[in-house]
């Protein structure tokens, strides 16, 4: 594991401190040759606690219990998890790849729920698989990139019908930018109920491998600031535009501070995957609902 990758994982959060503790760095402790951790402090008042390697992070309210520790390489679990794959959805057949219905997701939705699986969040695979936090029976990451109107409007509602968790990754340049993606009040009453977390997708959805690095840097961590600032809590997942990545830019996404990077190949995640490399299983609008289903281990 490289040593920067190594610095950079160390932090997990969630907020819930009193407003009155003021941001504190406590103390970075060793964990055998390559593992180590921050526990950090803060009140509402934004603050930044980390500016390593160009990734700008904030603290808000983060309880000492709150940490990821980075575990060693020879440590890590190896369970593997399936993270379903989402673009868009609509009230009639598209007879697009990246389109499903709002009958097609409820019937997907309907058959993990009663096949046993329990939905999670990238926060939640994070503590497991660095932490070694158990994971509930047949978890399950439902993932939507992009932050259409529709996920709102569609998806929403059926992931509360069904109290399915999703993560949802955002292009930050779009989010309320027009009629077709949602904003800030949509994120936070989405967010508020519980079932729903905001992961990076970049600034404005450009394939990074095209960008010279300083480029590619800014998408990187300005994605991470904007949410972060906004939703006053880390954020953990970059999902690359496109699937387009390479091993600089996956270089580049550790170093901004994310604990996973997440392309299309179209198999369940693990970690012997590489932690920026993580699969997923694409959910193909123009198939029938059930077809994702012969991706799953318990066909």
Same mark, same amino acid.
């Given at each position: 594991?490289?040593? @920067?990758?190594?610095?950079?994982?160390?932090?997990?959060?969630?907020?819930?401190?009193?407003?009155?503790?003021?941001?504190?760095?406590?103390?970075?402790?060793?964990?055998?040759?390559?593992?180590?951790?921050?526990?950090?402090?803060?009140?509402?008042?934004?603050?930044?606690?980390? /500016?390593?390697?160009?990734?700008?992070?904030?603290?808000?309210?983060?309880?000492?219990?709150? #940490?990821?520790?980075?575990?060693?390489?020879?440590?890590?679990?190896?369970?593997? #998890?399936?993270?379903?794959?989402?673009?868009? !959805?609509?009230?009639?057949?598209?007879?697009?790849?990246? !389109?499903?219905?709002?009958?097609?997701?409820?019937?997907?939705?309907?058959?993990?729920?009663?096949? +046993?699986?329990?939905?999670?969040? !990238?926060?939640?695979?994070?503590?497991?698989?660095?932490?070694?936090?158990?994971?509930?029976?047949?978890?399950?990451?439902?993932?939507?990139?992009?932050?259409?109107?529709?996920?709102?409007?569609?998806?929403?509602?059926?992931?509360?019908?069904?109290?399915?968790?999703?993560?949802?990754?955002?292009?930050?340049?779009?989010?309320?930018?027009?009629?077709?993606?949602? +904003?800030?009040?949509?994120?936070?009453?989405? @967010? +508020?109920?519980?079932?729903?977390? !905001?992961?990076?997708? +970049?600034?404005?959805?450009?394939?990074?491998?095209?960008?010279?690095?300083?480029?590619?840097?800014?998408?990187?961590?300005?994605?991470?600031?904007?949410?972060?600032?906004?939703?006053?809590?880390?954020?953990?997942?970059?999902?690359?535009?496109?699937?387009?990545? /390479?091993?600089?830019?996956?270089?580049?996404?550790?170093?901004?501070?994310?604990?996973?990077?997440?392309?299309?190949?179209?198999?369940?995640?693990?970690?012997?995957?590489?932690?920026?490399?993580?699969?997923?299983?694409?959910?193909?609008?123009?198939?029938?609902?059930?077809?994702?289903?012969?991706?799953?281990?318990?066909?």
């Amino acid at each position: 594991m490289r040593a @920067e990758g190594g610095q950079m994982r160390k932090r997990l959060f969630r907020y819930g401190l009193p407003l009155l503790l003021l941001l504190a760095v406590l103390q970075v402790f060793a964990v055998g040759s390559t593992d180590a951790y921050r526990v950090y402090q803060g009140t509402r008042e934004k603050k930044t606690f980390s /500016n390593v390697g160009g990734a700008i992070h904030y603290a808000v309210n983060l309880p000492r219990s709150y #940490v990821i520790r980075t575990a060693t390489r020879r440590e890590v679990w190896t369970s593997e #998890v399936p993270i379903l794959e989402y673009h868009a !959805f609509s009230t009639k057949q598209e007879h697009d790849v990246w !389109f499903v219905t709002a009958d097609a997701f409820e019937k997907q939705l309907r058959y993990l729920s009663e096949h +046993g699986y329990s939905s999670i969040s !990238f926060q939640e695979l994070a503590k497991a698989w660095y932490e070694h936090r158990p994971l509930p029976p047949k978890p399950v990451i439902i993932s939507i990139d992009d932050g259409y109107m529709n996920n709102y409007t569609i998806a929403y509602p059926l992931l509360k019908k069904y109290k399915m968790k999703a993560s949802i990754f955002l292009t930050t340049k779009m989010i309320g930018a027009d009629a077709n993606h949602f +904003g800030w009040p949509e994120i936070r009453e989405m @967010e +508020g109920s519980g079932l729903v977390t !905001f992961e990076a997708h +970049g600034v404005s959805h450009q394939n990074l491998t095209k960008l010279s690095e300083a480029h590619a840097r800014r998408e990187l961590v300005d994605a991470k600031q904007v949410l972060e600032e906004k939703l006053e809590h880390p954020v953990v997942c970059y999902s690359y535009p496109g699937g387009y990545n /390479n091993a600089k830019i996956r270089q580049m996404v550790e170093a901004a501070g994310y604990f996973f990077g997440t392309v299309g190949k179209g198999g369940y995640a693990s970690m012997s995957q590489g932690a920026y490399e993580l699969q997923r299983i694409i959910v193909n609008g123009t198939q029938p609902p059930y077809q994702f289903v012969e991706s799953l281990k318990d066909k």
